[in-house]
């Protein structure tokens, strides 16, 4: 499967991070979806089934801790790969991270090779095998 092929709902509240994201995936030529809110991305999730999630973890009303949760708890969607997107500024540990159900983690300000990386390792599709957990 190539990018093209690939749909990523990136899910972020700051319209300068929204853009800059959704611009390293359109030029490497994912298709993306967006959502502003935790709320927007359950709906949109639900509707457009998307091939992984971006999510960042601040977002007003349901956060992106809340909106995962409720991904990974429900059947339909939990087998949706959810790359939590971090500020620097509040970063958690990767592992206290995947403790609470994302498959990956994405620091801010974006690494693009690093995101791309992580595309790729998360969807299994694209580039030949992509490194699994870090040591
Ligand atoms: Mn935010």
Redesign the pocket.
């Known amino acids: 499967m190539e990018a093209s092929e690939i749909k990523v709902l990136i899910v972020?509240?700051?319209q300068m991070?929204m853009m800059l994201v959704k611009d390293i995936l359109s030029l490497n030529g994912y298709k993306t979806i967006e959502a502003g809110t935790g709320a927007e991305a359950i709906r949109l999730v639900a509707v457009e089934k998307p091939d992984v999630v971006l999510m960042?973890?601040?977002?007003p009303g349901l956060d992106?801790m809340a909106a995962t949760r409720m991904l990974k708890a429900d059947e339909r969607f939990r087998d949706i790969p959810v790359l939590a997107l971090t500020?620097a500024a509040s970063r958690m540990e990767t592992e206290e991270i995947l403790s609470r159900g994302f498959d990956g983690c994405v620091t801010k300000p974006i690494d693009v090779d690093r995101l791309l990386e992580e595309i790729r390792r998360c969807t299994g599709k694209g580039e030949k095998g992509g490194r699994d957990k870090e040591e």
């Open positions: 972020e509240d700051n991070n960042d973890l601040h977002l992106g500020a």
